[in-house]
């Protein structure tokens, strides 16, 4: 079936320090990927996303890289600030399924000043 | 501005007392959808609408009803509410299935609390 696994949180950093949020996936065919962000009292919001191999998302100095050789889409970012404190979650839509995007359980990340 | 309204934003209601929780968007979005939320679990799918009178469920749609006479309105009805549904629930809406370049469109939030 499928499905999105993400690194456990929550991740803990410091301001200007380098983030990497894993996330691997199961899925059958070609699907697209995204990575949303919930801060704090709100709904999910689009952070960015890929809809085939070798893609790149980016926006607000985030970025992942659709790797269908290692079925991953990890997110970076080179220097957090503390407004970056979030949950982020990894998620897919399978090229099978017109009906759903499908969710990882979500990473807590806290930065510090 | 464009967004998706859900109402209320905190509920504590009695197990089997029935409740409505409305969603409406304003961007003639067709497809909308409602999840909940629980820690652990992620978002899990309760049911969607892929347009007007078509309605089908995800992955968990027991003890919940939804209806969508209107493209802009999708409510969520819980008949005879369960502790269990005690969670935190969203609204989504999108042009088609997420692939689009917007992707999903998510209300705030309902905090429902069933005891």
């Known amino acids: 079936g499928n499905s999105v696994t993400q690194m456990e949180g929550p991740v803990t950093l410091s301001e200007e320090a380098f983030l990497t949020i894993n996330c691997t996936y199961t899925a059958t065919g070609y699907p697209s990927l995204f990575w949303y962000v919930q801060y704090p009292g709100e709904g999910l919001q689009l952070l960015l996303k890929?809809?085939?191999?070798?893609d790149k998302g980016s926006n607000k100095g985030f970025e992942a890289t659709y790797r269908k050789e290692t079925t991953s889409f990890h997110l970076e970012k080179g220097s957090v600030q503390v407004s970056d404190s979030a949950v982020y979650f990894c998620a897919l839509n399978p090229y099978s399924s017109a009906s759903k995007i499908i969710f990882g359980s979500g990473t807590r990340l806290s930065i510090r000043p | 501005e464009a967004q998706v309204t859900q109402n209320p934003r905190y509920l504590i209601t009695v197990t089997g007392k029935k409740l409505t929780v409305t969603c409406s968007q304003n961007?003639?979005?067709?497809?909308m959808s409602w999840y909940r939320q629980d820690p652990g679990l992620g978002l899990r799918q309760i049911y969607y609408?892929?347009?007007?009178?078509?309605?089908d469920k995800g992955d968990v749609p027991e003890g919940y009803k939804v209806s969508r006479k209107e493209k802009r309105n999708f409510p969520l009805i819980l008949e005879s509410p369960s502790p269990n549904q005690t969670s935190l629930y969203f609204c989504?809406?999108?042009?088609?299935?997420?692939?689009?370049?917007?992707?999903?469109?998510f209300g705030s939030g309902t905090r429902l609390t069933v005891v």
């Open positions: 609408s892929m347009n007007v009178e078509v309605t």
């Open positions: 961007m003639n979005h067709e497809y």
């Open positions: 890929a809809t085939k191999a070798d």
């Open positions: 989504a809406s999108s042009l088609s299935t997420g692939t689009g370049p917007y992707g999903y469109t």
